[in-house]
């Protein structure tokens, strides 16, 4: 269910609360909510030991219900009143601008609302939308002083589909973005909550689950994993000797002066541009909390954790959208000169296109930070394009992991290169002893010059098996990949991939879902690159249930 609400500025979080509450007791056909306390807005629910709700009352029979989350105009999205009540719920608030919601057929128009934001009913049509196709109203609009309500979903309701309401938990994790200088409240970023499908490539972030990665694709499950870009057969036996030998240092204090001059030295670099960091991951939250910025940018699709923490962070994200019909490549014209941020991945990920090198540091100016993703850089043979190691590039940020190469996503191992006063503010950013032992003599390690010939050999072996992989996609009418993959994945659209991934998943197959980078939709899927036997094995699997679907 989809919670609409509109609300008047200086709406409080009582009455948001209480409206929701009447609203919600209509459900189940009693008409109100049991207890009259705020404390608690689901008065009428009852919580489990498991942290989930059950609505009493004859109409929903005692069922279990989830509420996905709020939505409304996206000038009242940092609405103080909105924000607190949905974080009270634990659920994300989703802002629509006033056009979108100005072509939703709403039952109960008002030329009050139609009047002051050229919408007919702000809680009808934000429900409405956000619930998406095929959703009716549940709970028409209800009205208070301040506030309207309304609820959306899917009609009726079965015992055996309904699954969980919102937790009645603290604020956490995550931040609502407002305007520019408002306050931020948390809320949480959670699969659970944010896993929306769209058929629109052009859909905003709510739209999209930020958090969502490869690895919830196979976790718990015995599957082939195409879904994680980790290569396979790592870490390699010497690193696991070496990783393994220092955990008889594990009583002294990390100090990470040798595997920092190890990778300084393998970019020709003084030590003092470069910061190690608890995978690319933590550089990305650094980045958010650290530089001085007002207008950051991400380029999507791509790896979606940059834009993650920047909200998270308090920041309006702005985005460009690269557009299948030009291949996913970047125009440095489409990013708005008033960037003083833009984050872009080479090659990117989900669509392996390997950008230019030319063509990303047009995007540098005076006073803008260009951050340059190269977590696959090093599956790419001779690193062709790669920026790392340049000092010539104004404001230049580049992020390297050595989780994907060498298998050490458990262990969190990744660098900045960037100039000094960058890394100085990044490096004040992060706690005391930020990378492990262990993960400092993995860094040292794979900076060797055995090390960095074995990564060349990997990186022409993945070039192999994936113009393998490309050539058994060809044979499938129904099928369309991104031409010129560079990097350890492929990117694919079908026609209802979404469907197919789960009779894949049955078949024994875990591909990664495209429909949580923003610039995609249900139809994509991205897989990784594997041998030629877990290839050809891959091939046979999706013929099959390509025909299962047909």
């Known amino acids: ?143 208070s002083r301040h506030v309207t309500c309304a609820i959306a979903g899917f ?45 629109s490539p052009h859909a905003g972030s709510h739209l999209h689950d930020l958090r969502h990665h490869g690895d919830a694709e196979v976790r718990d499950e015995k599957l082939i994993d195409l879904a994680v870009n980790v290569r396979t057969a790592t870490p390699p036996d010497w690193l696991r000797e070496r990783i393994a030998h220092s955990l008889v240092t594990l009583a002294a204090y990390p100090d990470g002066r040798s595997a920092r001059a190890a990778v300084a030295e393998r970019h020709d670099l003084p030590t003092g541009r470069v910061l190690l960091t608890s995978g690319a991951a933590e550089a990305f939250v650094l980045l958010a909390r650290a530089l001085p910025v007002r207008r950051p940018v991400v380029v999507h699709p791509q790896f979606t954790e940059p834009e993650a923490a920047l909200r998270d962070a308090g920041h309006e994200v702005g985005r460009v959208l690269l557009r299948e019909e030009d291949g996913f490549r ?19 990920n989900p669509t392996s296109v390997l950008h230019p090198a030319e063509t990303i540091t047009a995007l540098a100016r005076p006073g803008r930070y260009l951050v340059v993703d190269e977590a696959f850089m090093d599956a790419v043979p001779g690193e062709r394009e790669a920026l790392a190691g340049r000092t010539d590039v104004p404001g230049l940020v580049v992020l390297r992991s050595l989780t994907k190469t060498w298998g050490l996503a458990g262990l969190r191992i990744g660098y900045v290169l960037a100039e000094p006063d960058t890394i100085g503010l990044l490096e004040r950013a992060q706690p005391l002893w930020p990378v492990s032992t262990p993960a400092l003599v993995a860094a040292e390690a794979c900076m060797s010059r055995a090390a960095l010939a074995e990564a060349e050999h990997a990186a022409h072996r993945i070039g192999t098996e994936r113009a393998h992989l490309l050539a058994g996609l060809a044979e499938f009418d129904e099928v369309r990949t991104v031409a010129a993959a560079e990097g350890p994945f492929v990117l694919i659209r079908i026609e209802g991939a979404d469907a197919v991934r789960e009779r894949l998943r049955l078949l024994g197959f875990a591909a990664r879902r495209g429909d949580t980078f923003p610039g995609l939709d249900r139809h994509w899927l991205r897989l990784a690159v594997r041998d030629r036997a877990t290839t050809n094995r891959f091939l046979q699997a999706l013929d099959q249930a390509l025909l299962l679907g047909g």
């Open 1 to 143: 269910m989809h919670i609409g609400v509109g609300a008047r500025s200086g709406a409080t979080e009582a009455e948001v609360l209480t409206l929701v509450r009447a609203a919600l007791a209509e459900l189940d056909g009693a008409g109100h909510a049991r207890g009259a306390g705020l404390d608690g807005v689901l008065d009428g629910v009852e919580l489990d030991g498991a942290g989930h709700a059950r609505v009493a009352g004859a109409g929903l029979s005692g069922a279990y219900v989830r509420v996905v989350g709020f939505a409304t105009l996206d000038t009242r999205v940092a609405e103080p009143g909105i924000v607190a009540a949905a974080g009270r719920l634990g659920v994300p608030v989703t802002g629509f601008p006033a056009g979108e919601l100005a072509g939703v057929v709403v039952p109960h128009p008002s030329e009050v609302p139609l009047a002051a934001t050229g919408t007919a009913s702000v809680a009808e049509a934000a429900a409405l939308r956000a619930a998406g196709p095929g959703a009716v109203l549940l709970v028409p609009k209800r009205k």
């Open 155 to 199: 009609a009726p309701f079965r015992l055996h589909e309904v699954t969980t309401i919102a937790r009645l938990s603290p604020l956490t994790c995550g931040y609502i973005a407002g305007e520019p200088g408002t306050p931020h409240i948390p809320t949480p970023h959670t699969t659970a909550d944010m896993d929306t499908h769209t058929d």
């Open 330 to 348: 970047l125009d440095p014209a489409a990013v708005p000169e008033d960037a003083d941020l833009v984050v872009i991945g080479n090659p990117t």
